[in-house]
């Protein structure tokens, strides 16, 4: 079985302060996505990496790819409120299912 | 916006009757899935579908049957419900982005209670 495992799991912090959140694998993938999901909803797609060592940024949002393609991390500067979500990752393999493997999600909290 | 809608968004049932959760896309998108969410277990898939009559297994799939007539619609089936199968159910659809890699973009979600 091929698993992703996010850390932390829950995460509360004030407004202002940094935080990284953490995707590692023993597999290698051929993609990483990062998903927040709000309350209701479905999960929304953030960005997808593809490169070993790729780093993306949205905003105060960074996102890196592993040089070895097992691991990924997202990066937020000074957290607002509306950060507040439940993040998720996802790897996809090389194959003609687009199947992804999801984390079990890391849960933020960001406190005005 | 992947154009992708779910119904219905909310359903209260009864254990032992049978329920059917309706995935529509307007993109014309090969690959469709189903997942279910729960707290600690994340989500996880139950179906999917490479195209029209084509479906395979996911991990959690007993249970559980679907059907894809048309391009644009994945029907999940709970042929007899159980209280183990109250969750919030996500349909999705996968577009590529050359190479092999694919990103998966998600409905909103139905949210059901089995009573």
């Known amino acids: 079985t091929q698993l992703l495992e996010q850390s932390p799991q829950f995460l509360s912090i004030q407004e202002g302060e940094n935080l990284t959140v953490y995707c590692n694998s023993s597999?290698?993938?051929?993609?990483l996505q990062w998903y927040r999901q709000e309350p209701g909803e479905g999960p929304v797609l953030l960005v997808t990496v593809v490169t070993g060592g790729e780093v993306k940024k949205l905003k105060r949002l960074t996102f890196q790819f592993g040089d070895a393609r097992k691991d990924s991390s997202l990066h937020i500067t000074a957290a607002q409120p509306g950060d507040t979500g439940l993040y998720l990752c996802?790897?996809?393999?090389?194959?003609?299912?687009?199947?992804?493997?999801f984390g079990q999600g890391t849960t933020l909290q960001v406190k005005p | 916006d992947a154009g992708i809608t779910q119904s219905p968004r909310h359903k209260v049932t009864e254990t032992g009757t049978p329920v059917t959760l309706r995935c529509h896309q307007t993109e014309n998108h090969r690959y469709m899935y189903w997942y279910r969410q729960d707290p600690g277990h994340g989500l996880r898939l139950i179906h999917y579908s490479y195209g029209v009559k084509d479906t395979d297994k996911g991990e959690v799939s007993d249970g559980y049957s679907v059907s894809r007539s048309k391009t644009e619609d994945f029907l999940l089936t709970l042929e007899s419900a159980t209280s183990s199968q109250t969750s919030v159910y996500f349909c999705?659809?996968?577009?590529?982005?050359?190479?092999?890699?694919?990103?998966?973009?998600f409905g909103p979600g139905t949210r059901l209670l089995v009573l």
């Open positions: 999705a659809i996968s577009e590529s982005l050359g190479a092999g890699v694919e990103t998966q973009y």
């Open positions: 597999s290698v993938f051929s993609s």
């Open positions: 996802a790897g996809g393999k090389w194959s003609n299912t687009g199947k992804l493997i």
